[in-house]
C-alpha cells in the first residue's frame, strides 16, 4: 500500500508529474491541493509536513490526472477570479480571462450618465456585466446570452455575488431587447477564425466552440454587433468590443464605415490590441 504523503511530499511529487504538460506545475499544484483542502496557500506552506487523509490524497490524484489531460483548471475548481471576484465557471461557457479585465477598465473610465444604461452582449458566466454592476452600482446594466446553460450560470454568479440589480435573460444578441436603448453596449463575441491551429491546443480544446468561433475569418460575430449596435445606442452612446489581436485594423475600418465616431482600440497587458472602442452620434 502507497504511503500517504504531507502537503510538501504531494506538492513536489504533483509539480514533477505536471512540469511536462504544464507552464505552470508548481502553481496549479497549489491551486489543486487548496481546492481539496478547502485552505488557503499559507496553510500549505505552514502545515506542509501534515498527512494527508487517504479521500484527500484520492481527490488529488484524481484531479492531477485530470489536468495531465489537459482539462482548465478553472474547470477542476469550478471557480476563476476576474476583475477580484470569483466567478463560477463550466464547460458550457467561455473562462473569464485576465485580458478581458482591460474591456473593463475601459469601460468604466467613460464618461457615462450617473445612472447608464449598458447591455453585456454574450454574457456567459457574466463575468462582464457583473463586474461593471459592482464597481458601479448605480448603473443600469443587462445581460444576454442566446445558451440557456449561460444564462442560469450567469444568475448563479449574480446571486453569489448579491448583484440582484443586473437583468439577466436569454437573447440571441438583440432579439430580446426591443426597443431598448443604451449609453453602453459591451461584448466579448466569438472572434476566432474556426480554422486557426490554437483550437487544438490549451484550455480552449475544453470551451465551447460556439463561444470561441464565428465565420469570415472571425468577424462575423464583430461585424454583426457592430451594425446592429446602431439601433440600440443612446445618442453619443458607446460600442465596445473584445476582438483577436489581428483584428483591430480591420474592425476600426468596418466601425468607420458603419458610421461610428473616435474610434480606437485598446491593448491588453502582453501590449497586444484587444478591444475597440467606437462612439454612435446620430446627426439625424
Not at 509539480?15 to 507552464?23: A, Q, T
Not at 449609453?183 to 491546443?201: G, R, W
Request: charged share 20%; proline share 4%; hydrophobic share 40%.
Amino acid at each position: 500500500m502507497q504511503a500517504i504523503e504531507t502537503i510538501q511530499q504531494a506538492l513536489r511529487r504533483a509539480c514533477l508529474l505536471l512540469s511536462d504538460s504544464s507552464d505552470s506545475a508548481a502553481l496549479d499544484s497549489e491551486i489543486l491541493l487548496q481546492f481539496v483542502l478547502a485552505k488557503n496557500r499559507t496553510y500549505l506552506f505552514t502545515w506542509g509536513d501534515k498527512s494527508l487523509t487517504s479521500s484527500e490524497a484520492l481527490k488529488f490524484q484524481q484531479l492531477l490526472e485530470l489536468r495531465l489531460q489537459g482539462h482548465p483548471i478553472a474547470h477542476l475548481i469550478g471557480e476563476r477570479e476576474f476583475f477580484s471576484l470569483p466567478f463560477k465557471v463550466n464547460a458550457t461557457t467561455l473562462i473569464p480571462r485576465p485580458d478581458t479585465e482591460v474591456l473593463v477598465e475601459t469601460a468604466l473610465a467613460l464618461a457615462l450618465p450617473a445612472n447608464a444604461k449598458v447591455l453585456d452582449l454574450g454574457t456567459g458566466t457574466g463575468a462582464i456585466a457583473l463586474s461593471l454592476a459592482h464597481e458601479q452600482p448605480q448603473w443600469q446594466v443587462s445581460a444576454v446570452d442566446k445558451v440557456a446553460a449561460a444564462v442560469a450560470l450567469a444568475r448563479e454568479n449574480q446571486q453569489m455575488l448579491g448583484l440582484n440589480q443586473v437583468v439577466i435573460c436569454q437573447s440571441d444578441w438583440f432579439s430580446a431587447i426591443s426597443g431598448q436603448h443604451f449609453d453602453l453596449i459591451v461584448s466579448n463575441p466569438p472572434y476566432i477564425d474556426e480554422e486557426d491551429h490554437h483550437l487544438n491546443q490549451g484550455d480552449v480544446r475544453f470551451e465551447p466552440l460556439s463561444a470561441l468561433t464565428a465565420p469570415d475569418n472571425g468577424y462575423r460575430d464583430l461585424f454583426h454587433i457592430a451594425d446592429l449596435s446602431r439601433q440600440y445606442l443612446l445618442n453619443d452612446g458607446y460600442l465596445l468590443m473584445e476582438h483577436g489581436f489581428e483584428q483591430g485594423a480591420i474592425l476600426r475600418q468596418q466601425l468607420k464605415d458603419l458610421g461610428y465616431q473616435a474610434v480606437r482600440t485598446i491593448k491588453d497587458y502582453g501590449d497586444n490590441e484587444r478591444c475597440t472602442l467606437a462612439q454612435w452620434v446620430n446627426c439625424d
